[in-house]
T-cell receptor, first 115, second 113 residues
Framework: DSGVTQTPKHLITATGQRVTLRCSPRSGDLSVYWYQQSLDQGLQFLIQYYNGEERAKGNILERFSAQQFPDLHSELNLSSLELGDSALYFC??????????????FGPGTRLTVL | AQSVTQLGSHVSVSEGALVLLRCNYSSSVPPYLFWYVQYPNQGLQLLLKYTSAATLVKGINGFEAEFKKSETSFHLTKPSAHMSDAAEYFCAAILNQGGKLIFGQGTELSVKP
């Protein structure tokens, strides 16, 4: 158990809908990262927040957005869902702001299925 | 372009045999390198990481990896495979300032009895 929690574990929805994925980092960690794992793209970095502020952005679609709240939990919002958004979404957390020496600890993931 | 490449999407070994999973990186700056393991229906668990302190890094569950700058490699090894090692293994790197992990494509390890 990494100490990173994600809810829900599974999510099934329809095209065009909007969903929210939630992540709680390990106690003491200030950074939260979101990654998408799909069969065709592999594991891809989406976005990072540090202490409430956006820190780094990867290949995140405009239909996707995220935020980190004062209690440091984070939410990833996916809207206008398409079939291709079906994937496993991981959250990770680290102590620091994302320096190269930071170790990222991953949650169990949320499996999103878009029908 | 900066990248991480894992050679072999599937590796099969017999129980008790040597495990060797290959990882090469492409970077203009010294990278920080990681190996993660993903068991079925679970998240990613950190096996070990290289942060330039020592080229041979020991991790959990008997795994180790050696950083070879001249070969731009960070291969993962374990002397004797166990059935419980069957999983998918990911090599990852942080290639510049900023915490983005760049992952290889993953190698699925099967262990035969």
């Amino acid at each position: 158990d990494s100490g990173v929690t994600q809810t829900p574990k599974h999510l099934i929805t329809a095209t065009g809908q909007r969903v929210t994925l939630r992540c709680s980092p390990r106690s003491g960690d200030l950074s939260v990262y979101w990654y998408q794992q799909s069969l065709d793209q592999g594991l891809q970095f989406l976005i990072q927040y540090y202490n409430g502020e956006e820190r780094a952005k990867g290949n995140i679609l405009e239909r996707f957005s995220a935020q980190q709240f004062p209690d440091l939990h984070s939410e990833l919002n996916l809207s206008s869902l398409e079939l291709g958004d079906s994937a496993l979404y991981f959250c990770a957390s680290s102590v620091g702001a994302g320096t190269r020496s930071d170790t990222q600890y991953f949650g169990p993931g949320t499996r999103l299925t878009v029908l | 372009a900066q990248s991480v490449t894992q050679l072999g999407s599937h590796v099969s070994v017999s129980e008790g045999a040597l495990v060797l999973l290959r990882c090469n990186y492409s970077s203009s700056v010294p990278p920080y390198l990681f190996w993660y393991v993903q068991y079925p229906n679970q998240g990613l668990q950190l096996l070990l990481k290289y942060t330039s302190a020592a080229t041979l890094v020991k991790g959990i569950n008997g795994f180790e990896a050696e950083f070879k700058k001249s070969e731009t490699s960070f291969h993962l090894t374990k002397p004797s495979a166990h059935m419980s090692d069957a999983a998918e293994y990911f090599c990852a790197a942080i290639l510049n300032q900023g915490g983005k992990l760049i992952f290889g494509q993953g190698t699925e390890l099967s262990v035969k009895p």
